[in-house]
């Protein structure tokens, strides 16, 4: 891994949900940092930042990357609690981490960074309550852009799409065909292959210390080329009719 930017070298390391060995040796690469465990409470996050401040003196970044990615399920399959929980989750612990650290970034012209998802802009089948928050992720990141933009406080995104990590692993274990569904994970790119941890956070570090005139962006360079191409997207269960 890259050196870390000296300009971020005390920064926090949040390691929200699934524990990952690019972040274990961004953590170790770090002049400061700590792990801190946390639950989605409006508590617990605004101690967060209080922790952070008095610790470093400071907040310069913001990474939002809590998140979770249930296994396929239908719409009549999913409960409105089952989407409550994945809200709360990967919409508005993202929402209440700004609001609390905002006040701080804002003496330091600093700048968010938030997790979003390429499926949160071209959709993925049996996902709603996913495909939903991420969108929101991506719209909540504009908006915050143009309101921070007054105290030079740049927010922006980055929507990847599929990076092997802890949780990909454990929803691959659980299909039918583990084998099959992490090649056709990796088919889904036209570079043959999912993205590491590596490469987000080196895409994190570009957004927080060396893309100073960027604010508001969706940065779209996580994921592989899966967005390009035209291919079959016919959901009939027969082939339709070349006439």
Same mark, same amino acid.
């Given at each position: 891994?890259?050196?870390?930017?000296?300009?971020?070298?005390?920064?926090?390391?949040?390691?929200?949900?699934?524990?990952?060995?690019?972040?274990?040796?961004?953590?170790?690469?770090?002049?400061?940092?700590?792990?801190?465990?946390?639950?989605?409470?409006?508590?617990?996050?605004?101690?967060?930042?209080?922790?952070?401040?008095?610790?470093?003196?400071?907040?310069?970044?913001?990474?939002?990357?809590?998140?979770?990615?249930?296994?396929?399920?239908?719409?009549?399959?999913?409960?409105?609690?089952?989407?409550?929980?994945?809200?709360?989750?990967?919409?508005?612990?993202?929402?209440?981490?700004?609001?609390?650290?905002?006040?701080?970034?804002?003496?330091?012209?600093?700048?968010?960074?938030?997790?979003?998802?390429?499926?949160?802009?071209?959709?993925?089948?049996h996902a709603i309550p996913y495909v939903a928050?991420?969108?929101?992720?991506?719209?909540?990141?504009?908006?915050?852009?143009?309101?921070?933009?007054? #105290?030079?406080?740049?927010?922006?995104?980055?929507?990847?799409?599929?990076?092997?990590?802890?949780?990909?692993?454990?929803?691959?274990?659980?299909?039918?065909?583990?084998?099959?569904?992490?090649?056709?994970?990796?088919?889904?790119?036209?570079? &043959?292959?999912?993205?590491?941890?590596?490469?987000?956070?080196?895409?994190?570090?570009?957004?927080?210390?060396?893309?100073?005139?960027?604010?508001?962006?969706?940065?779209?360079?996580?994921? &592989?080329?899966?967005?390009?191409? #035209?291919?079959?997207?016919?959901?009939?269960?027969?082939?339709?009719?070349?006439?």
């Open positions: 891994m890259a050196p870390v930017h000296p300009a971020i070298q005390s920064c926090i390391v949040l390691e929200f949900l699934f524990f990952s060995a690019g972040c274990c040796r961004l953590h170790s690469s770090l002049t400061s940092s700590f792990w801190f465990s946390w639950h989605v409470t409006d508590l617990t996050l605004r101690r967060l930042i209080e922790v952070a401040v008095k610790t470093f003196g400071q907040i310069d970044c913001l990474v939002n990357n809590a998140g979770w990615h249930p296994p396929e399920q239908r719409i009549d399959d999913t409960s409105v609690q089952e989407f409550q929980e994945l809200l709360n989750l990967n919409l508005i612990g993202y929402f209440l981490t700004a609001k609390y650290a905002l006040p701080h970034l804002r003496k330091t012209q600093g700048n968010i960074i938030n997790v979003s998802s390429l499926v949160g802009i071209i959709g993925q089948k928050t991420k969108g929101a992720v991506t719209a909540m990141t504009k908006v915050m852009a143009i309101d921070e933009s007054q #105290y030079s406080v740049r927010v922006n995104s980055i929507s990847p799409r599929n990076i092997w990590t802890p949780l990909w692993k454990e929803l691959s274990s659980q299909a039918t065909d583990p084998d099959a569904m992490i090649l056709g994970g990796k088919d889904a790119q036209l570079l &043959g292959r999912m993205g590491t941890a590596e490469e987000c956070a080196k895409a994190v570090l570009y957004l927080a210390a060396e893309a100073t005139f960027c604010t508001g962006i969706d940065l779209l360079l996580l994921s &592989g080329g899966a967005e390009l191409n #035209y291919g079959c997207k016919n959901q009939q269960k027969t082939p339709s009719s070349n006439n």
